[in-house]
């Protein structure tokens, strides 16, 4: 649930891991920017504390989140076709091994982006938000 403020929206996400990692949640707030001169749309999203948010003892909450997706269209913001960059940071609070940042890396961030591309092909091809049971192009491929 997004709700509106005077410096944007804020929200509340959870996200489940596997064994032995324990699940997080994230209180955010998130802006945006759109430029229709440059063809660009910003949407920042960062951490914040908020009396309303409530840590969940079932969850890990983390305190320190960022994220940065800025889109850019091929031709304007009104037809299809865009490239994005996503930038991205949180702390885990708690040191992670090597071999699990490696395998995040090489598979499961890989992993997501083909779940982000699918979801903006459905967006683009049906106009709706809303994927069911999203399957990933990795996963297609098999």
Excluded: W
């Excluded at 459905?122 to 106009?127: A, F, I, P, W």
């Amino acid at each position: 649930a997004v709700v509106s403020t005077q410096s944007g929206h804020y929200g509340r996400g959870a996200t489940k891991f596997p064994f032995p990692l324990q699940d997080r949640d994230y209180v955010f707030e998130r802006s945006h920017l759109m430029n229709e001169k440059s063809n660009t749309i910003e949407i920042a999203s960062r951490s914040i504390t908020h009396k309303s948010k409530p840590i969940y003892p079932t969850f890990c909450r983390v305190l320190k989140y960022g994220s940065k997706l800025v889109i850019r269209a091929d031709k304007d913001l009104y037809q299809k076709g865009m490239s994005y960059c996503l930038t991205y940071y949180d702390d885990f609070g708690m040191p992670i091994p090597n071999q699990v940042k490696d395998r995040l890396a090489t598979t499961k961030i890989p992993e997501f982006l083909d779940k982000v591309h699918d979801a903006a092909v459905y967006l683009g091809s049906t106009g709706k938000l809303y994927v069911p049971y999203p399957q990933s192009s990795a996963s297609k491929r098999n």
